[in-house]
DNA sequence: TATTGTTATACTCTATAACTATA
DNA sequence: TATAGTTATAGAGTATAACAATA
């Protein structure tokens, strides 16, 4: 543990300007007009600071890759692809955590804009053998470069070993949960 | 910029026993049964990092609090109504960057469980001013418990100054991008 | 029997537009 | 004219069940 208890929650919920026992029906405006809201102890929960950061990094993202008509999971997925080839969707699937069923549009989509192809797997028949194609792999190289752009917006608070330092720790916990 | 660069992409870019110009229409099968998948520079994209991270400590808040049958949002709203007894529900909508049009739906749940209430604001008709009820109050205390049992599990491999250290860089990165 | 890709479907979250009543 | 709460609705993303083909 770290730095959160139910004492430290009890020392933070602050009984603001002698409001009690609302349950009763006392009604009245509580707040004078322009106080800023107060988070609390949420900016204490890990799972409520990673959401609001992970919000705050795919709308950068979609705007960033807007142009370029490419989703995150898009570019994940091109990505695996690239580092894969001749994978198949079961693989793709359990690599990226997403279900087989939602890969399908997925690579109809990519197929359907030249960017990767499903080829039969004769080893077995049941399977396809994924690849870009040699314009998917060129674009690829372009949406790279935005995505790098954005990286930089998404981090520019942060320093080298901070960035590097923070990708660990997001790790560990992902992995330890896992 | 820290660690993720148009020339290290490239260097990470291996290409897979041979395989070579998939566009054309080369099949078979491009890794041996078994091999792993790789994620490649995925891995360094704070983005994937962080929606990873977040989605494994969801997964956990959820299964933790399926007893009580909170919802993360609930939480969120349940602990900012607390903190900030008599607050608007714009001004909720705003604090936790929830959409007005989607708090209807929830409060009237809350109301239902007699866990939150709306009271008629006599300064302006037009608002609401929420409170939790005693019984709501009563019954955050136990959510909290929970949570935090959620907590420790979710930041188990972190220590203490990591746990800090994640919290605060995760909230530079989002204050940045705000 | 188990697995691959697929279809169909449902559920949650989120987003927008439009309405009403107030300000 | 703008804001608060509401309704209706649409779009993502994600989840499950079932099927045909194949292992």
Same mark, same amino acid.
């Given at each position: 543990m770290s730095g959160i208890s139910p004492r430290s929650v009890q020392r933070q919920h602050a009984r603001?300007?002698?409001? %009690?026992?609302?349950g009763s029906g006392r009604a009245g405006p509580a707040r004078a007009r322009g106080d *800023? #809201? /107060?988070l609390g102890y949420l900016t204490d929960h890990v799972g409520y600071v990673v959401r609001r950061a992970q919000l705050a990094i795919f709308k950068d993202f #979609? %705007?960033?890759m807007e142009p370029v008509a490419i989703r995150p999971a898009q570019y994940s997925v091109l990505i695996v692809i690239d580092q894969n080839p001749g994978l198949t969707q079961a693989e793709l699937?359990? /690599?990226l955590a997403i279900? *087989? /069923?939602n890969l399908?549009?997925?690579?109809n989509e990519l197929e359907r804009r030249k960017l990767a192809r499903r080829v039969a797997s004769p080893s $077995?028949?049941?399977s396809h053998a994924l690849h870009l194609t040699a314009n998917g792999r060129r674009m690829l190289a372009r949406f790279h470069r935005r995505a790098l752009e954005h990286e930089r917006r998404a981090t520019r608070a942060l $320093?080298?070993?901070e960035r590097r330092l923070l990708l660990d720790l997001l790790g560990r916990v992902a992995r330890s949960l896992g």
């Open positions: 603001r300007n002698g409001e %009690e026992g609302a *800023r #809201i /107060a #979609i %705007e960033t699937s359990r /690599a279900k *087989r /069923a399908v549009g997925m690579l $077995d028949r049941r $320093d080298p070993g």
